[in-house]
């Protein structure tokens, strides 16, 4: 029986398992190519004063665990004390074994804070103070949990229309170690019946866009501005995959949105596919990488929608249906203009590997001769678990080359989820080990070094350009 807290053995089935992992995968540097956090919280070294404002403070995978243990939302995102916010977060997580979070606490409590004990009502005064007086004393901050964790390049998540002001601070302070590199965040300007964002385009740039041609010329200028700042990447997220063929006249429904005329459901889908394609073929001229998430839904229910606001726990998996049709439609449209970039395909839904797989696959020849051009993101959000990354990789190995993959990412606004790549890295080192306790594969320890090494940040450097400081 493996004890909860022997950290050489957590996750660890086998020998060979606990081996590949003490020896190869324990301490690797972290390419974080695709997270949340806030570059200026890393440029002013944030500090929290307490376990409940790092822990709590902004993570929705915990809020909706705490109401569905009939935890009271003042004590959740309401007006409560921190410290009885963590009381409530502790009776919760002690009722969750099987639950990732459960594993997670576990995992950054003893990471960042060397606390062996499980968190529960029991312990939680104790804990409670053994890392107040831990945060206090050593004044952690933002750069403190990233050094910590030996991340040596973090992918933000930015807004379109950014100045990229505190990358820019960053990339001057020599005491930052690490790479804080920009992504153009694109759903903000596929939003188009928004006057709103035209509005803030003419604020901040006076620019009034009044046809499309202008519209994509901004949109140009916007990514080249991204560009000099260090930018390797765009991203978008889309609850449903519905790109097909174009049958009316985009630049006519651009105008029309502007001059607030009537368009139909149609034409607007029109339109965002042609700027969609638009954007993959100026994506691949300035050779970044395309990052395309599909399938989560946000904020579904209306009434805490309107009491609490977005990004507050109320997402779900789309029903996503037919996701094949429309994926070929966007992937063939680039790859016919010879211009598919790479490509990380995030589906959220796990009875969908094998369709993005073979999808992924049927586009991987490529004149520039990449291994894994075309990708299958790491298991994301509700994916996240034990067992989902256990099928992801699975299926990843069954459909294609394990060994290219790109590897883990937090996607996630917590310093201290840096946890979740050892928690990768002990799944990917079990599948090894399991593999060649099962006699599937040979122990070739060479071989295993380089394939824990590629997967677990070599490939990632590679794929998104970034050079060794």
Same mark, same amino acid.
């Given at each position: 029986? !493996?004890?909860?807290?022997?950290?050489?053995?957590?996750? #660890?089935?086998?020998?060979?398992?606990?081996?590949?992992?003490?020896?190869?995968?324990?301490?690797?540097?972290?390419?974080d190519y695709h997270c949340h956090l806030k570059p200026d919280e890393i440029y002013k070294n944030k500090r929290f004063e307490d376990i409940s404002e790092l822990w709590l403070?902004?993570? %929705?995978?915990?809020?909706?665990?705490?109401? =569905?243990?009939?935890?009271?939302?003042?004590?959740?995102?309401?007006?409560?004390?921190?410290?009885?916010?963590? +009381?409530?977060? &502790?009776?919760?997580?002690?009722?969750?074994?099987?639950?990732?979070?459960? %594993?997670?606490?576990?995992?950054?409590?003893?990471?960042?804070?060397?606390?062996?004990?499980?968190?529960? /009502?029991?312990?939680? =005064?104790?804990?409670?103070?053994?890392?107040?007086?831990?945060?206090?004393?050593?004044?952690?901050?933002?750069?403190?949990?990233?050094?910590?964790?030996?991340?040596?390049?973090?992918?933000?998540?930015?807004?379109?229309?950014?100045?990229?002001?505190?990358?820019?601070?960053?990339? $001057?302070?020599?005491?930052?170690?690490?790479?804080?590199?920009?992504?153009?965040?694109?759903?903000?300007? #596929?939003?188009?019946?928004?006057?709103? #964002?035209?509005?803030?385009?003419?604020?901040?740039?006076?620019?009034?866009?009044?046809?499309?041609?202008?519209? #994509?010329?901004?949109?140009?200028?916007? +990514?080249?501005?991204?560009?000099?700042?260090?930018?390797?990447?765009?991203?978008?997220?889309?609850?449903?995959?519905?790109?097909?063929?174009?049958? @009316?006249?985009?630049?006519?429904?651009?105008? &029309?949105?502007?001059?607030?005329? $009537?368009?139909?459901?149609?034409?607007?889908?029109?339109?965002? @596919? %042609?700027?969609?394609?638009?954007?993959?073929?100026?994506?691949?001229?300035?050779?970044?990488?395309? !990052?395309?998430?599909?399938?989560?839904?946000?904020?579904?229910?209306?009434?805490?929608?309107?009491?609490?606001?977005?990004?507050?726990?109320?997402?779900?998996?789309?029903?996503?249906?037919?996701? &094949?049709?429309?994926?070929?439609?966007?992937?063939?449209?680039?790859?016919?203009?010879?211009?598919?970039? /790479?490509?990380?395909?995030?589906?959220?839904?796990?009875?969908?590997?094998?369709?993005?797989? @073979?999808?992924?696959?049927?586009?991987?020849?490529?004149?520039?001769?990449?291994?894994?051009?075309?990708?299958?993101?790491?298991?994301?959000?509700?994916?996240?678990?034990?067992?989902?990354?256990?099928?992801?990789?699975?299926?990843?190995?069954?459909?294609?080359?394990?060994?290219?993959?790109?590897? +883990?990412? @937090?996607?996630?606004?917590?310093?201290?989820?840096?946890?979740? %790549?050892?928690?990768?890295?002990?799944?990917?080192?079990?599948?090894?080990?399991?593999?060649?306790?099962?006699?599937?594969?040979?122990?070739?320890?060479?071989?295993?070094?380089?394939?824990?090494?590629?997967?677990?940040?070599?490939?990632?450097?590679?794929?998104?350009?970034?050079?060794?400081?």
């Amino acid at each position: 029986m !493996q004890k909860f807290y022997d950290d050489s053995d957590f996750l #660890l089935k086998d020998p060979v398992s606990k081996h590949i992992y003490e020896n190869f995968a324990q301490g690797l540097p972290i390419v974080d190519y695709h997270c949340h956090l806030k570059p200026d919280e890393i440029y002013k070294n944030k500090r929290f004063e307490d376990i409940s404002e790092l822990w709590l403070g902004k993570d %929705h995978y915990k809020w909706r665990l705490m109401r =569905a243990n009939g935890i009271e939302e003042e004590r959740i995102t309401g007006n409560a004390t921190p410290k009885d916010k963590f +009381m409530a977060w &502790a009776e919760t997580i002690e009722r969750c074994p099987g639950n990732p979070l459960y %594993h997670w606490t576990r995992m950054e409590l003893q990471l960042f804070f060397d606390i062996k004990i499980p968190l529960n /009502r029991k312990t939680a =005064a104790t804990i409670w103070e053994e890392t107040s007086s831990r945060l206090g004393a050593k004044g952690l901050g933002a750069r403190d949990f990233i050094a910590q964790s030996n991340v040596s390049v973090i992918g933000t998540t930015d807004d379109p229309l950014s100045d990229l002001y505190y990358h820019q601070q960053i990339k $001057a302070d020599a005491t930052i170690d690490t790479q804080v590199i920009p992504t153009f965040r694109l759903d903000k300007l #596929l939003t188009l019946e928004s006057e709103e #964002l035209f509005a803030e385009i003419f604020d901040k740039f006076q620019q009034e866009c009044l046809t499309l041609t202008d519209y #994509l010329a901004f949109i140009k200028e916007r +990514m080249n501005y991204f560009v000099a700042n260090g930018c390797r990447s765009v991203d978008l997220g889309v609850e449903q995959v519905l790109w097909k063929p174009i049958l @009316t006249n985009p630049a006519k429904t651009f105008e &029309a949105l502007r001059h607030n005329e $009537a368009t139909s459901p149609e034409e607007i889908q029109d339109l965002k @596919t %042609h700027i969609l394609l638009e954007i993959i073929e100026l994506v691949y001229d300035l050779n970044w990488v395309f !990052q395309l998430h599909f399938g989560a839904v946000g904020s579904v229910n209306q009434e805490a929608l309107q009491r609490l606001g977005r990004g507050t726990g109320f997402d779900t998996i789309a029903d996503q249906g037919n996701i &094949a049709n429309g994926l070929l439609y966007l992937l063939n449209q680039a790859n016919n203009r010879h211009k598919l970039p /790479r490509t990380i395909l995030y589906n959220i839904d796990g009875t969908k590997n094998v369709v993005t797989e @073979t999808i992924a696959a049927c586009f991987q020849d490529n004149e520039e001769g990449i291994k894994g051009k075309m990708q299958h993101g790491p298991a994301w959000w509700f994916q996240d678990t034990l067992r989902g990354n256990y099928r992801q990789l699975e299926d990843m190995a069954e459909q294609g080359i394990l060994m290219n993959f790109i590897g +883990m990412t @937090t996607d996630s606004r917590s310093f201290l989820s840096y946890a979740r %790549h050892d928690y990768f890295r002990r799944i990917l080192c079990n599948c090894l080990g399991s593999w060649i306790m099962d006699g599937e594969m040979p122990y070739d320890e060479a071989f295993v070094q380089d394939f824990i090494e590629a997967v677990c940040f070599k490939n990632a450097q590679k794929y998104f350009g970034i050079e060794n400081r």
